[in-house]
């Protein structure tokens, strides 16, 4: 016998408890538990030599104990012992385990559904609002706007979106431009395939395909970078120097995104009027001088203003959202991968959303 019952609910263990003895000591427990003591008390006094099997036997011998209502008490335990229980965490192994949470009803799981959206909205609003604030008042208070680094971002953002824009905008030129013209051939008005291209892209495609390619690229792409700097704690090293994020990091990225936003719309429309003037002289043989005359009837200086003043809102957007996901990651580089989908999602979601209020309150006024 390597263990005896020295006394009623004692088991005196002896010298070694390794795996040669585990199994006559795990005998020796059920035994014993199948007494039904109050109290169960294993003296390892005397255990010189051990091993994970026989320490793992008096953990299993522990775990029965308590499904069986017996509270197992510990004695003699030398610091390797100890060091290795504390290591193993033993109340967590020998307790029972946890009981099942219960399933919430349905009101719980849709405030767990729509709480995260609230805060994450609360989170945009408020980064938009110190934006807005570093750039308006900030200057007035000392705080000087870094355009040299938003110079480095305006580079980055609007550089590395150009070829993706040029290629996007003249496709569309020419796909509009043949769209109407199969239609306005049959009442021989080819004429307003102009109209139709000029205003579709300067009012509505031009700003509205660049925001979208935007987001996906300089969105997620701002999201991931702040992000990234939060699992490095990096952020919170800013913080510490006395550095706020807001105006160091967020602000040159907002501004480049709004500014390249204009700058790669006014760039889209160009290529996708060229397109659609392509198209219009090498297929519906319309001059490129009678393309012009009908385009300048057909656009004005206020769908400029209007399409410059809504490019300038999406980029705006577009950079509060991925900054501002970026900065409320959670969870390490699996935070990081949902922060960087989420501000591609949202930002598209938004686009569309101040678009459908663009068009709106445009359609009003010109009414």
């Not at 002896?14 to 020796?28: I, M, N, Q, S």
């Not at 504390?86 to 307790?95: E, K, M, N």
């Not at 706007?145 to 569309?172: H, S, V, W, Y």
């Not at 000029?198 to 395909?209: A, C, D, K, T, Y």
């Amino acid at each position: 016998m390597t263990a005896t019952i020295a006394s009623p609910a004692t088991i005196a263990l002896g010298k070694c408890l390794d795996r040669t003895t585990a199994a006559a000591l795990l005998a020796d427990l059920d035994r014993e538990i199948r007494s039904k003591p109050t109290r169960l008390v294993l003296d390892l006094g005397e255990v010189g030599t051990f091993d994970s099997a026989g320490l793992s036997t008096v953990v299993e011998g522990m775990r029965r104990a308590r499904e069986h209502g017996v509270e197992v008490r510990l004695r003699g335990l030398s610091q390797p012992m100890l060091d290795f229980f504390s290591l193993v965490s033993i109340d967590r192994l020998a307790g029972k385990p946890p009981p099942a949470a219960e399933k919430p009803n349905p009101v719980e799981r849709l405030g767990a559904l729509v709480e995260p959206k609230i805060d994450g909205l609360l989170g945009v609003l408020r980064t938009a609002g110190e934006v807005i604030e570093a750039v308006t008042v900030g200057p007035f208070r000392g705080q000087r706007l870094r355009l040299d680094r938003t110079a480095m971002e305006i580079d980055q953002c609007a550089g590395g979106a150009l070829p993706i824009i040029l290629l996007i905008a003249f496709l569309l030129g020419l796909i509009l431009a043949m769209q109407a013209w199969v239609q306005l051939r049959i009442f021989g008005c080819e004429i307003y395939v102009a109209d139709m291209v000029g205003v579709s892209v300067m009012s509505e495609i031009g700003p509205l395909m660049t925001a979208i390619a935007l987001a996906a690229r300089s969105g997620s792409s701002n999201a991931a970078q702040l992000g990234s700097m939060v699992v490095g704690e990096e952020i919170d090293a800013l913080k510490q120097m006395g550095i706020r994020p807001t105006g160091f990091l967020v602000v040159p990225k907002v501004l480049a995104c709004a500014v390249s936003a204009i700058m790669l719309t006014v760039i889209f429309d160009v290529v996708g009027i060229c397109g659609g003037a392509l198209f219009a002289w090498g297929v519906a043989d319309i001059e490129f001088l009678a393309f012009s005359a009908q385009l300048k009837q057909a656009l004005h200086l206020s769908d400029f203003a209007f399409a410059t003043f809504k490019s300038l809102s999406f980029g705006f957007i577009i950079g509060v959202v991925g900054c501002s996901l970026g900065l409320r990651v959670q969870g390490g580089s699996e935070g990081v991968g949902r922060a960087t989908t989420n501000a591609v999602v949202v930002g598209i979601f938004l686009i569309i959303v101040v678009d459908a209020v663009f068009v709106t309150v445009q359609r009003l006024v010109l009414a």
